[in-house]
């Protein structure tokens, strides 16, 4: 689906993803590791925020590889990287529903017609309407984005970043800032559209990251240092002494694995 090769950027003399082969199918696979490691840089690459250093990114389309790697952010979003944000990212005065029908629209590539044709827009809310359905947020469809919890906004990012189909997810601590009462949900949603897409899961509550992923990669100074299965990762001494830190599942009110040195979810 999506693959890198010897993918690396250094910000002056700092490595921050050092010669990365990585390659996501049709899987939910999450990518974990402490604090400053890389992950975000590797988003960053994946969906053409950043250049490379060196190495390339390409997305399989039919039999081939395409090479993405210096395709803007719009390219990797028309051709179906999508990606929510660590930081929430809506349009706090438009509604629920025109925050993801923006996207649509924008995925659609029909951003000056749509205005002046009805029927489109009307498709495009619906489609819309369709993907606030998936994330338990269309009651609220008509409110302002603003009046939102912190995590339904997070819900409300998922949606804007399912709008246009994606075939590829990737999801930036969808969980972050979430209230306790909360976590399960998120948790239950990012299985939801691993369903039906490629999900790449950055995710410091390590029991969520342990319980939905058939696939966990650590970074650490932003080389893989371990990929498998999450139960051969946890055991990993590597990882362990990187970053996992005695984790054991439901030890996270201890601060086990938050990524943050000083204990507690980041
Ligand atoms: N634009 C930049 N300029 C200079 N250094 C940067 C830049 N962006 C990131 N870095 C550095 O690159 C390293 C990797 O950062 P990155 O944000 O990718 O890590 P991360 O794993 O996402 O961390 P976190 O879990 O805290 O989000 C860090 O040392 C960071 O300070």
New binding site residues.
């Given amino acids: 689906m999506l693959r890198t090769r010897g993918l690396t950027k250094s910000?002056?003399g700092?490595v921050?993803?050092d010669d990365v082969d990585f390659e996501l199918g049709t899987e939910l696979c999450s990518l974990i590791?402490?604090?400053?490691?890389?992950?975000?840089?590797?988003f960053?690459l994946l969906t053409g925020v950043l250049e490379p250093t060196a190495g390339t990114v390409e997305l399989r389309r039919d039999d081939a590889w395409d090479d993405i790697t210096d395709a803007s952010p719009h390219e990797t979003a028309q051709r179906g990287i999508h990606r929510s944000y660590?930081v929430t990212n809506v349009f706090p005065n438009s509604t629920v529903l025109e925050n993801v029908r923006i996207a649509e629209q924008a995925a659609g590539n029909d951003s000056t017609a749509l205005w002046r044709n009805v029927d489109h827009f009307e498709a495009y809310a619906e489609r819309a309407y369709a993907k606030l359905d998936r994330v338990g947020l269309s009651h609220r469809a008509e409110e302002a984005a603003s009046t939102l919890s912190h995590g339904a906004k997070r819900k409300l990012e998922v949606a804007v970043a399912l709008a246009g189909d994606p075939a590829v997810l990737l999801l930036d601590?969808p969980n972050a800032g979430v209230s306790s009462e909360s976590v399960d949900e998120v948790r239950d949603l990012i299985e939801d559209v691993a369903e039906d897409h490629a999900v790449l899961l950055?995710e410091?509550n390590m029991d969520i990251v342990m319980d939905v992923s058939e696939r966990v990669v650590v970074?650490h100074q932003?080389a893989v240092i371990a990929d498998g299965p999450p139960e051969d990762v946890r055991s990993n001494p590597d990882v362990q002494s990187a970053y996992l830190g005695g984790y054991e599942p439901g030890s996270l009110d201890d601060g086990a694995a938050s990524?943050d040195p000083e204990g507690g979810l980041?």
Wanted: aromatic residues 8%.
């Fill in positions: 910000f002056g700092l921050a993803v590791g402490p604090n400053g490691a890389g992950k975000t840089t590797f960053n660590q601590e950055v410091h970074l932003g990524g980041s």
